[in-house]
């Protein structure tokens, strides 16, 4: 092993893209982060570029190696992490996209997801997929694509387009086209993956009309897929040597290599994850059962909690309202009220995912007065992200029977101490902030280091994802029990809300 070289990690999420150079003790050496446009064309619809997206990444890729001051081809290896399920068609000859991207978070196929559930197909497709219908999921985003772009369906069944999901995306670029590959991890978020069989399902592709040439190879998570072509990366060909999706790669870069270890990653959204073994388990209360990350050909699975807004909550108390100029500014704004004095806000703007799963409610806020002020409503805000994912981490425990004795965390929002405080007080368990907050990163450097040789194996990776500062419980039992109870009471009020006009009599 040579110290003087480096792992370089791509992390594109839903609000920025970053790339982050890490040495051979996991520790950070350089980042670039470059944020990109949001589309929300229609209530409910989120879009991106694919090549604004693109663009981000070259940018950071190249940045990143400058702050680093090192020579490019000390880089061995280039890993891929990205935002899940969101959905991107091109035109394999021309390599443009034949419509923007449609967001994990966009709610412009719930018809779609919503036909399929009427139809009955529930039970079929959690069994094959681990997933709950929904349109979270690239499946019905693919059939919306090949329905709302003339010509696109015929275009596909004759072989000239491609689907990916971010990481598929990026890769066919950086190797030029060479490649058209996804790992595990990503495809076990389409909704169109048999997590059993290990291939995609012909049933299921065929109820939404796609075609099979349409979707990439799949691989391990720690696997050559390809070289950086042209001069994409400097004119050095490096190995693209890991991918998973974000919150797959924050469990491994926080070391959850082992069954039972569970970590929660505050990004625009929220998710728990934990590690299931080389078995898969299905939910019956409302978790996915998901591909953790597959690794000398043996797959390890996941159980998850989605929750679809946290850290976008806040920025939309920063654009929407305008309390604040910078997310950071939530928690000084928040520690100016005691407590949030009652009030609950419910942040379901896209639906409510684990453990609800209720693709029509909106978002409310409960417990207003003629007092409520800016850091009310901020705290409130701040504790529903916490309040979500108790609703998950609940659930998880009460399905698997595996008392929680920490909550490992990470990501962009765990940066607020106020809710990692409030998060330890309502769910009465210490919570633990990663030392190197770029997990998802981290993680995706491990699976693309351990491919070409850099580092050894799992023991010598665990030895190198540290913890930082630890949050315990600060209230009593009794208190969590009471302010989680309003919450639950302001969950079902939402979801009433949501009911059409006339099956509202029974309020
Ligand atoms: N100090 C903070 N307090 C609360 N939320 C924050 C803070 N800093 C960042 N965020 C939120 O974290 C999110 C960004 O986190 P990040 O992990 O980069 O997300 P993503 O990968 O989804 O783009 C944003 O939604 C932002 O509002
Ligand atoms: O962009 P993030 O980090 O909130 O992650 C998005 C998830 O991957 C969506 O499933």
């Given at each position: 092993m040579d110290n003087q070289q480096y792992v370089l990690a791509l992390d594109q999420g839903t609000t920025s893209s970053r790339a982050i150079i890490f040495d051979h003790a996991g520790q950070v050496v350089a980042i670039a982060q470059e944020e990109f446009p949001q589309y929300f064309p229609q209530s409910g619809w989120v879009e991106h570029d694919a090549n604004?997206?693109?663009?981000?990444?070259?940018?950071?890729?190249?940045e990143v190696v400058i702050k680093a001051q090192i020579p490019?081809?000390?880089?061995?290896?280039i890993g891929i992490t990205n935002q899940r399920e969101t959905t991107v068609i091109w035109d394999k000859q021309t390599g443009q996209p034949i419509h923007r991207a449609i967001v994990w978070?966009?709610?412009?196929t719930s018809a779609i997801a919503q036909a399929l559930i009427d139809q009955g197909y529930q039970a079929l497709i959690h069994q094959k997929t681990g997933l709950i219908i929904d349109s979270y999921f690239s499946a019905t985003k693919i059939k919306w694509l090949l329905d709302q772009v003339p010509g696109a369906r015929e275009r596909a069944k004759r072989g000239e387009l491609l689907f990916g999901t971010i990481d598929t995306w990026l890769l066919w670029n950086l190797t030029n086209g060479k490649v058209h590959a996804t790992d595990v991890s990503n495809a076990s978020r389409t909704m169109?993956?048999?997590i059993h069989t290990r291939d995609w399902d012909d049933e299921i592709l065929s109820l939404l009309d796609i075609p099979r040439s349409l979707l990439p190879t799949v691989e391990d998570s720690s696997h050559i897929f390809g070289y950086t072509a042209d001069y994409h990366f400097y004119g050095i060909q490096v190995p693209?040597?890991?991918?998973?999706?974000?919150?797959?790669?924050?469990?491994?870069?926080?070391?959850?290599?082992?069954?039972?270890?569970?970590k929660n990653t505050y990004g625009t959204g929220a998710f728990t994850v934990m590690n299931t073994g080389?078995?898969?388990?299905?939910?019956?209360?409302?978790?996915?059962?998901?591909?953790?990350?597959?690794?000398?050909?043996?797959?390890?699975?996941?159980?998850?909690?989605?929750v679809f807004v946290a850290g976008s909550a806040i920025q939309w108390i920063r654009d929407g309202l305008g309390f604040f100029a910078d997310a950071k500014e939530s928690e000084a704004l928040a520690k100016q009220a005691p407590s949030a004095n009652g009030i609950y806000v419910v942040p379901a703007f896209t639906g409510l995912g684990a453990p609800y799963w209720d693709q029509n409610v909106r978002g409310a806020m409960f417990g207003l007065t003629?007092?409520?002020?800016?850091?009310?409503?901020?705290?409130?805000?701040?504790?529903?992200?916490?309040?979500?994912?108790?609703?998950?981490?609940?659930?998880m425990v009460q399905e698997t029977q595996l008392p929680l004795q920490k909550l490992a965390v990470d990501g962009g929002a765990s940066r607020n101490n106020l809710l990692l405080q409030f998060q330890a007080d309502i769910l009465q368990t210490p919570i633990v902030r990663a030392a190197v907050e770029?997990?998802?990163a981290l993680g995706a450097a491990f699976l693309a280091g351990l491919a070409v040789g850099y580092w050894d194996d799992l023991a010598q990776l665990a030895q190198l994802s540290h913890a930082g500062q630890q949050y315990t419980p600060q209230q009593s039992a009794a208190w969590a029990s009471h302010v989680y109870a309003g919450w639950q009471q302001a969950i079902r009020a939402t979801q009433l809300f949501s009911q059409p006009v006339g099956e509202l009599d029974e309020l």
């Amino acid at each position: 092993m040579d110290n003087q070289q480096y792992v370089l990690a791509l992390d594109q999420g839903t609000t920025s893209s970053r790339a982050i150079i890490f040495d051979h003790a996991g520790q950070v050496v350089a980042i670039a982060q470059e944020e990109f446009p949001q589309y929300f064309p229609q209530s409910g619809w989120v879009e991106h570029d694919a090549n604004e997206i693109w663009d981000s990444v070259q940018k950071v890729l190249n940045e990143v190696v400058i702050k680093a001051q090192i020579p490019p081809y000390k880089v061995r290896a280039i890993g891929i992490t990205n935002q899940r399920e969101t959905t991107v068609i091109w035109d394999k000859q021309t390599g443009q996209p034949i419509h923007r991207a449609i967001v994990w978070q966009s709610k412009q196929t719930s018809a779609i997801a919503q036909a399929l559930i009427d139809q009955g197909y529930q039970a079929l497709i959690h069994q094959k997929t681990g997933l709950i219908i929904d349109s979270y999921f690239s499946a019905t985003k693919i059939k919306w694509l090949l329905d709302q772009v003339p010509g696109a369906r015929e275009r596909a069944k004759r072989g000239e387009l491609l689907f990916g999901t971010i990481d598929t995306w990026l890769l066919w670029n950086l190797t030029n086209g060479k490649v058209h590959a996804t790992d595990v991890s990503n495809a076990s978020r389409t909704m169109l993956y048999n997590i059993h069989t290990r291939d995609w399902d012909d049933e299921i592709l065929s109820l939404l009309d796609i075609p099979r040439s349409l979707l990439p190879t799949v691989e391990d998570s720690s696997h050559i897929f390809g070289y950086t072509a042209d001069y994409h990366f400097y004119g050095i060909q490096v190995p693209i040597a890991g991918i998973a999706g974000d919150q797959q790669a924050a469990l491994f870069g926080q070391a959850g290599f082992h069954e039972g270890d569970v970590k929660n990653t505050y990004g625009t959204g929220a998710f728990t994850v934990m590690n299931t073994g080389t078995t898969p388990t299905l939910s019956k209360n409302g978790l996915l059962t998901t591909i953790a990350y597959g690794l000398n050909g043996e797959i390890t699975y996941a159980l998850e909690g989605s929750v679809f807004v946290a850290g976008s909550a806040i920025q939309w108390i920063r654009d929407g309202l305008g309390f604040f100029a910078d997310a950071k500014e939530s928690e000084a704004l928040a520690k100016q009220a005691p407590s949030a004095n009652g009030i609950y806000v419910v942040p379901a703007f896209t639906g409510l995912g684990a453990p609800y799963w209720d693709q029509n409610v909106r978002g409310a806020m409960f417990g207003l007065t003629r007092g409520t002020n800016r850091a009310q409503i901020t705290r409130a805000t701040i504790e529903a992200i916490a309040f979500q994912t108790r609703d998950v981490v609940d659930t998880m425990v009460q399905e698997t029977q595996l008392p929680l004795q920490k909550l490992a965390v990470d990501g962009g929002a765990s940066r607020n101490n106020l809710l990692l405080q409030f998060q330890a007080d309502i769910l009465q368990t210490p919570i633990v902030r990663a030392a190197v907050e770029e997990t998802t990163a981290l993680g995706a450097a491990f699976l693309a280091g351990l491919a070409v040789g850099y580092w050894d194996d799992l023991a010598q990776l665990a030895q190198l994802s540290h913890a930082g500062q630890q949050y315990t419980p600060q209230q009593s039992a009794a208190w969590a029990s009471h302010v989680y109870a309003g919450w639950q009471q302001a969950i079902r009020a939402t979801q009433l809300f949501s009911q059409p006009v006339g099956e509202l009599d029974e309020l």
